[in-house]
């Protein structure tokens, strides 16, 4: 069974504008879930985690993603998207001594 | 600067050619993992190694070998490379063996075409 499940596999938004790409996770237990960003020709940098306590966690980039234990959810948001934040954004999981990753969301950003 | 290092980041072959991806960190981790990258399917796990000696099947593991005989090195090998292999490929290591809670460090990826 798919354990992370990133629903958009593209999203535009304008420069500016306000950001929410979203994430649902299947399992059992509390889950470790993280956000990692790939800009393009670039291996994969974390954004941010949670494992456990505060339900809102803080990142880099300006990024914030908040945990919704009744909604099996992760959402990664961000108040102002800059052009700089076009990339493809993945979500994962910490399961079973691994990280499973969702499929991906690219980010696309109008001028 | 600490990193990931694979080699070679481009490289195209023919099938049924052995080749190696080389992939070292420099970071004095326990965990490292290789992933191939495909449009739609995002990053799947192929093999990983909790520490030297230490080796295990991911999710899509068929093709692929690997060994880890130093704590730094962890080469990919594929012995008959097809063309179903043509994908983007990631090294991972992290610093704990909990990896489930710790941060993943990633190479730059290798592009391989085989043809």
């Known amino acids: 069974a798919q354990s992370v499940t990133q629903p958009d596999i593209h999203i535009t938004v304008s420069e500016g504008a306000s950001l ?12 470790y879930l993280f956000w990692y960003v790939q800009s393009p020709g670039q291996g994969l940098q ?10 809102l966690v803080q990142g880099i980039k300006g990024f914030e993603a908040e945990f919704k234990r009744s909604q099996s959810s992760f959402n990664l948001r961000k108040p102002s998207v800059h052009w700089s934040d076009a990339a493809e954004y993945f979500c994962a999981v910490g399961r079973d001594d691994k990280i499973i990753f969702g499929k991906g969301t690219r980010l696309h950003i109008l001028p | 600067e600490a990193q990931v290092t694979q080699n070679p980041r481009y490289l195209i072959t023919v099938t049924g050619k052995k080749l190696t991806v080389t992939c070292s960190q420099n970071m004095n981790h326990e965990y490292m993992s290789w992933y191939r990258q495909d449009p739609g ?6 093999y990983y190694s909790m520490n030297v000696e ?6 899509v593991p068929e093709g ?3 060994s880890r005989k130093e704590k ?8 008959s490379p097809s063309p ?5 490929y990631f090294c991972a290591s992290s610093p704990q063996f909990d990896v489930m809670n710790t941060e993943a460090f990633f190479g730059q990826g290798t592009r391989l075409t085989v043809v």
């Open chain 1, 46 to 55: 974390l954004l941010l985690k949670y494992f456990s306590g505060d339900t």
């Open chain 2, 54 to 59: 230490v080796t295990d099947k991911g999710d």
């Open chain 2, 41 to 46: 399917l995002g990053l799947r796990q192929i």
């Open chain 2, 64 to 66: 692929y070998k690997v």
């Open chain 2, 72 to 79: 730094r090195n962890f080469p990919l090998i594929l012995e």
């Open chain 1, 20 to 31: 929410e790409l979203r994430c649902n996770y299947s399992y059992g237990a509390t889950p």
């Open chain 2, 84 to 88: 179903n292999q043509t994908s983007l």
